[in-house]
């Protein structure tokens, strides 16, 4: 039972280093594209 949970606890950390990874990486470059748009 503690080996399954600590592998489901590493998986949800696994999960949310990778969503805090992701998030801001999609969110720059969008950004710089709706400046340049609104220069535009």
């Excluded at 949800?12 to 340049?36: G, H, M, Q, Y």
């Amino acid at each position: 039972m503690y080996s399954l949970r600590r592998v489901v606890d590493r998986r949800l950390l696994s999960r949310l280093r990778n969503a805090r990874f992701t998030d801001p990486e999609p969110a720059l470059p969008i950004r710089p594209v709706t400046v340049a748009r609104s220069l535009k």
